[in-house]
């Protein structure tokens, strides 16, 4: 059992959608929302898709692609979405500004981006024929111009780029959205133990995501456009 797991999630099981779900953090989130009662669709960029599992199916989504992202949405039709996860994300070059790459920048950028917000269009009407209207945006502490590199001395100019272009968008979107009554939240998950936050880092994946459930499941509109991290602290743009 994880600190974390004592926090009651408030929000009624319904349907959530997790782009980035193939494997990190993206994965455990979708297993613990399975687990605890909703209808999760997990979006992989994977040609072939896994069997469904309890609770658990499998969509094709490569976020960089805007034609993958309408088509996801045309395949939706009928379906009422309470919850959208922008999980998926990359980190690009870490080699600072010698390194820098502009196909790499640029890429990172479309991905961390662009992408949640092209996502948060494509399935706007099906986050308002849902009950629960919520989008989460897995952004990062890298991505605060005021915290983010605090002991981080990391050269991923695109990555720390793309998280602060990523909060901007919450932040707008937050506005945009409050006559919908939808809620979008920016969260840091913290330094999770995945492919991206690699061998050395403090949280195992599945209390990251169970810690993510508990502030999902807690936001009101009260929350929409701000930016938390897993455990609740406030994090400065
Ligand atoms: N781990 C950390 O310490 C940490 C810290 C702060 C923030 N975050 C954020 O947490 C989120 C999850 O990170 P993670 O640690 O789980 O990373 P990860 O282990 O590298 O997993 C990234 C996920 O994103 C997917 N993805 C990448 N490009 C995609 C695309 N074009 N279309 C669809 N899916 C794509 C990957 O799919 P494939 O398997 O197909 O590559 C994978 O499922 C990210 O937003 C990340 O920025 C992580």
Redesign the pocket.
Known sequence: MCEFDSIPEARTPGTALI?????????ALARHYASAGWRVIA????DTLPPDENGLEWRR????SPASITELAASLTGIPLDLVIN?????GDIGGLATLDPHDFLEVMR??AL?PLLVARALLPHLRAGGGRIIAN?????GSIAEGMIGDDDGDYAYRCS?AALNMATAKLALDLAADGIIVLAL?????R????GAQ?EIP?SDSAAALQGQIGRATMVDSGSFHAFDGRSIAW
């Open positions: 782009t980035g779900a193939s494997r990190g953090l993206g994965l979006c992989i960029r994977a989504l490569d976020v960089a999980n998926a994300a990359i980190r991905i961390n992408a897995i952004s990062s502490r890298a998280k840091h998950p913290g330094w999770v995945t492919d991206m936050g880092a994946v």
